[in-house]
């Protein structure tokens, strides 16, 4: 059974920093995609950053002061977060597509809380 696990997130000043690590179990052949995507109540889920074929993507909201990297050996994605504002302010949520024994699943963690408030 494939499982991710985060850590990382919790309270930060606005123009502070944070980071976000998400760690991929199970038994995965390979990875199509890892990411994160955040949700703010009341609206949809969006995305954040990824990579898709080891190539990186982000929101436009957040180039120039998030960084995704990612360790693929050790199926581990990561978020680093700068110049944070109150409008990241929500769960941050890690996602992978991959193929793993039972086949091509989406899979999604549980969510980390960021807060971005003074």
């Known amino acids: 059974q494939v499982q991710l696990v985060e850590s990382g997130g919790g309270l930060v000043q606005p123009g502070g920093s944070l980071g976000l690590s998400c760690e991929a179990s199970?038994?995965?052949?390979?990875?199509?995609?890892m990411g994160w995507y955040r949700r703010v109540p009341g609206k949809e889920r969006e995305l954040v950053a990824n990579?898709?074929?080891?190539?990186?993507t982000y929101a436009d909201s957040v180039k120039g002061r998030f960084t995704i990297s990612m360790e693929v050996f050790k199926k581990t994605v990561y978020l680093h977060m700068e110049s944070l504002m109150p409008e990241d302010t929500a769960v941050y949520y890690c996602?992978?597509?991959?193929?793993?024994?039972?086949?091509?699943?989406?899979?999604w963690g549980q969510g980390t809380q960021v807060t971005v408030s003074s």
């Open positions: 996602n992978a597509v991959l193929y793993a024994a039972m086949g091509r699943g989406n899979y």
């Open positions: 199970g038994n995965i052949l390979s990875i199509i995609s």
């Open positions: 990579f898709i074929s080891g190539e990186p």
